[in-house]
């Protein structure tokens, strides 16, 4: 006897969708470990096969509560991290980036959140590009105070000393 392969039942909402746990956050959506309800291909095409959400069945709860548990101390451990680097952020008085300009101070490309954050790795902070908040590229020799968001709400700032590259004298 052949025996049909029965599909796992997923449980219809109030409004038809289907209910689904997810997985991760889901943008527009929902938090990780949320019941949710979405239209049937949206879940079934996307969702489900991106593992970004599970069939709510007790050993998938379970298995969620337990990633919910690593997830959490992981995230704690990261933003204890974040601390710590700005307060070391804190304790640089400047960096110093070096750019070609002219006589007058004008650069002749520009200082962006790449190079700032290229500096600050000099100097063994690991800050990214995007936790540079520049409000447009920096033309001008100067000091600067560059705001910095490092994630999970953890601000701080560094400043920024551009100074025209020294060029060396041909004879």
Do not use: F, W
């Not at 049909?4 to 959506?29: F, N, S, W, Y």
């Not at 949320?34 to 959400?53: F, I, K, T």
């Not at 509560?65 to 101390?73: D, G, L, M, P, S």
């Not at 490309?109 to 800050?127: Q, W």
């Amino acid at each position: 006897m052949v025996q049909k392969l029965r599909r796992h039942h997923i449980p219809k909402g109030a409004h038809r969708g289907m209910q689904l746990v997810l997985t991760e956050d889901v943008q527009h959506l929902g938090t990780q470990g949320e019941l949710v309800e979405v239209r049937s291909g949206y879940g079934r095409n996307y969702l489900l096969p991106r593992g970004m959400a599970t069939v709510p069945t007790e050993h998938n709860l379970r298995l969620l509560e337990r990633y919910k548990i690593r997830v959490h101390q992981a995230r704690e451990s990261r933003i204890a991290d974040l601390r710590v680097l700005a307060e070391q952020i804190q304790r640089v008085p400047h960096i110093t980036i070096e750019a070609n300009a002219n006589e007058e101070g004008h650069l002749y490309g520009s200082v962006t959140g790449h190079d700032v954050a290229k500096a600050l790795k000099g100097k063994n902070l690991k800050v990214e590009p995007e936790m540079v908040r520049l409000e447009g590229p920096i033309k001008l020799c100067g000091l600067y105070e560059l705001p910095l968001a490092l994630g999970h709400d953890i601000e701080t700032a560094v400043k920024v000393m551009v100074v025209p590259l020294k060029q060396t004298e041909k004879k």
